[in-house]
């Protein structure tokens, strides 16, 4: 008998083929495109199919923002509806699925058609909050088990009130009680992971410096039994057997589907897993589904409406042409985005980022499209105070984006780039002026920090505007947490942006080059 496990991962809410940075873009990927290809395989496959949803599906896209934010009744059915014409056996919770609040997230279960699997995210009372641990199908007379699990460090990065009542544990050590359990419940056992790999998938050495956050090397090696590791959360593209276990992960919004195929014969009344394949099935070519684009024509006109709406003009330019000189040379785009911040909460020191290289600033006029395209997550504002010592560690921190090259030119840190895009842990600073010099090492590259025209004191109190996924010490930050924070603004900054500019219609483009960035 041959099985086959089909999965997503990290779609985001990306169900038509833009990035919608530019109107009526057709790009390689989105859920049209997965449908498609689903479909195909679901036909192509020599005996019984099994498709999961690893997570993060709830937010993420300018109209998984529209959904959950815009809309006048704010429910998830639109985009749940969406999903539902995949026809997923079972979904797994991502870090960003609690990004909108624990109501918002039991609605899309709810109008969901799939069936939620969480092991490791916990009530008070030690069972499994939202959903259930695990699911046994029963498929041609094999029983096949499929354990949900995800990150565990959702609960250093989300808003407490988020998840206020739930307790997320180690997926090791979560598996390392079910596994055992359920292959005596079940001839095969699935892991769904909404995790990574925190080695080197060739070398065993270690790639991550935020313990817990991915475990998915650990799980292989520790605990034996698991016959097919479904992974996510980096956006890799990754198709392996690591410890001789079959591993995907599907990459992001869509663009490519993991593919899992077991071979199993029945031994001594029992079914056992003789052989296996790991593949990514690529959905860049893939038609779009009919069914999904018809049903969803009226919301994607909906969200390109708002998209287009004027917001203000600019005395000047607030575009960005290079994203790496940007993150060399402060942009007006930048200083604009810090003053925002910074006229918002009441302070005079902020920090931000470019977040990616998709985001080109604001265009004349400034629209929602250029919000959302530009600050992609929902995010709101948090002050925290700290000291003097405290900033120049972050500093040094975000300094940490920058090398050397071979030539001895200012490049990017290749740990930014893999085995995860992470930009957005690069932050500008505005309010104090300051110089980094890549040549010298780690730790030692801010210079010249001053506030206020005067040098730093170790001890000095200040007040930082930032978002508040680095104010609890997103991003490896661990200078700023949670009992820093003295103040919030639980507004999405994209909305923050929308609301100044109603205010302030017409934006002089200024930029006063408050940081250096050399050798």
Known sequence: MELTILSTSDIHGYVFPTNYVKQGSLLPFGLARVATIMKEERQKANGPVITIDDGD??????????????????????????????????????NHEFNYGKHYLKLAINESDRHFVNANVLNADGQAALGQPFRIINRNGLKVAILGLTTQTVA????QDNIEGLHFQSAVETARYFVPFLHQLADVVVVAYHGGFERDLNTGKPTEKNPGENEAYQLLKDIKGI??????????????????????QPGFRGDAIGKITLQIEKKDDRFVVEDSQAELVYTKEAPLNKAIMESTASLDREVDSWLEQPLGKIDGSLTVTDPFQARITESAYIEFIQRVQMATMGVDISATALFNNEGAGFE????????MTNYVYPDGLAVVQVTGKELKEALERSAR??????DG?????????????????????????YEIRVSEPVGNRIQNLTYHDQPVKDDEPL?????????????????????KIIAENKTSMSQIIADYLREHPLIKADVNHNFKVIK
């Open 57 to 94: 599906f709830l937010e993420g896209s300018p109209l998984a923002y529209y959904v959950a934010q815009v809309q006048p009744v704010h429910n998830p059915q639109w985009l749940m509806d969406a999903y539902n014409q995949i026809g997923y056996d079972c979904g797994v919770l991502g």
């Open 364 to 371: 004349n006029p400034i629209t929602m499209r250029n919000i």
């Open 156 to 159: 250093q990065w989300e808003r």
């Open 227 to 248: 016959d097919a590791l479904i992974t996510g959360h980096q956006h890799r593209h990754i198709a392996a057997k690591v410890f001789g276990t079959p591993v995907t």
């Open 409 to 433: 030119e200012i490049a990017v840190n290749p740990s930014f780039v893999f085995p995860k895009h992470r930009q957005y842990n690069y932050d500008m600073y505005e309010g104090v002026n």
């Open 401 to 406: 984006y920058f090398v050397l090259d071979n």
């Open 463 to 483: 007040k930082i505007v930032l978002n508040h996924y680095r104010a609890g010490g997103g991003g490896h930050y661990d200078m700023f947490s949670e009992d």
